[in-house]
């Protein structure tokens, strides 16, 4: 089973939440990181995307606890919406161009995520399934599966995939690709999440409210996209 850093931990006899400092890690380094990405000229606009994404945090964190009192990955879609919110503004009202946006945020927003993961792997707050293999930690006396591992794990690979997809592809498509891996990602995973009749989050129509967003989301982008194939004109 997987050696964990217990939640919190203690350091300098003050209690330090593992997750929340990783999390704000990757808030701060995706933001600079886009900022960076994006050009001098819009540096200053992504302060608001901080505070989007901080404030999406938040607010994911809230519905989760209010749904079945604690739904893991309301607080990463919390932040994703946030962070389009700041970006539709921006767009807007500033003047921004779109493609601009989305091309500083693509890559930042899938390497936050693994950061992020990580946190979730050390704290163990994603139990999986009933599980004794080196990917397990125990969880109420039982070994089950550590699925923040599984999610670090397709993050860590998305942000490396699309290292390579950018060199190949306009940069401003890979914002929509990048979120169409963390919702498919999130709706395969999380079918590995502990049963809710074992404490595990609540099911609709045998998925998580996480699963069916994620569903919604790409179902949206697909028909989005068939749509667009078919207004093109033939040759």
């Not at 990048?178 to 919702?183: D, F, N, V």
């Amino acid at each position: 089973m997987t050696p964990l850093a217990r939640f919190p931990a203690a350091v300098l006899g003050l209690d330090i939440n593992i997750w929340g400092v990783m999390a704000a890690a990757a808030l701060v380094g995706g933001v600079l990181f886009a900022a960076q990405r994006a050009g001098k000229k819009t540096k200053g606009a992504f302060v608001l995307f901080a505070f989007a994404a901080a404030a999406g945090v938040f607010s994911g964190t809230l519905l989760g606890t209010v749904l079945s009192g604690g739904t893991p990955g309301f607080s990463s879609l919390g932040a994703i919406a946030g962070s389009f919110a700041a970006g539709a503004y921006l767009a807007r009202k500033k003047g921004i161009e779109t493609k601009v946006l989305a091309g500083a945020v693509s890559l930042p927003l899938i390497a936050a995520d693994a950061v992020v993961r990580l946190g979730c792997a050390l704290v163990f707050d994603h139990p999986g399934i009933a599980n004794g293999g080196p990917f397990a930690a125990a969880h109420g006396g039982q070994g089950r599966l550590n699925v923040g591992l599984i999610y670090f794990a397709l993050s860590l690979a998305g942000a490396l995939f699309f290292c390579a997809y950018e060199r190949v592809k306009k940069r401003q498509t890979a914002l929509l690709a990048a979120a169409s891996w963390y919702a498919a990602s999130r709706l395969l995973a999380d079918f590995l999440l502990m049963p809710a009749s074992e404490g595990g989050p609540f099911r609709f129509l045998g998925l998580t409210p996480v699963q069916l967003a994620a569903a919604v989301f790409l179902g949206s982008v697909y028909l989005w996209r068939f749509r667009s194939v078919e207004r093109k004109p033939s040759s």
